[in-house]
């Protein structure tokens, strides 16, 4: 399942309720993008595309490093 905020427009303004979904999406968001970022630039992901064998190292430290964030 995929969780997106919600869509404002000119017509159609935020009730209160949807700001707030909108706020909590970005503050979990925000570490999981912070981390891949990261990764692109230790050019992890390059290394992921051109040899599977590292995907699940990879994945498990980045699952790693994700949870440390959060929780910090």
């Not at 970005?26 to 995907?55: S, Y």
Request: net charge positive; charged share 20%; no cysteine.
């Amino acid at each position: 399942m995929i969780v997106t905020g919600f869509h404002a427009s000119r017509t159609h303004k935020f009730t209160p309720g949807q700001k707030e979904a909108n706020r909590v999406l970005a503050v979990g968001r925000a570490p999981v993008e912070h981390g891949f970022a990261h990764l692109e630039n230790w050019r992890i992901l390059a290394k992921l595309r051109t040899d599977p064998a590292h995907v699940t190292q990879l994945l498990r430290a980045l699952l790693v490093l994700t949870n440390l964030e959060v929780n910090r």
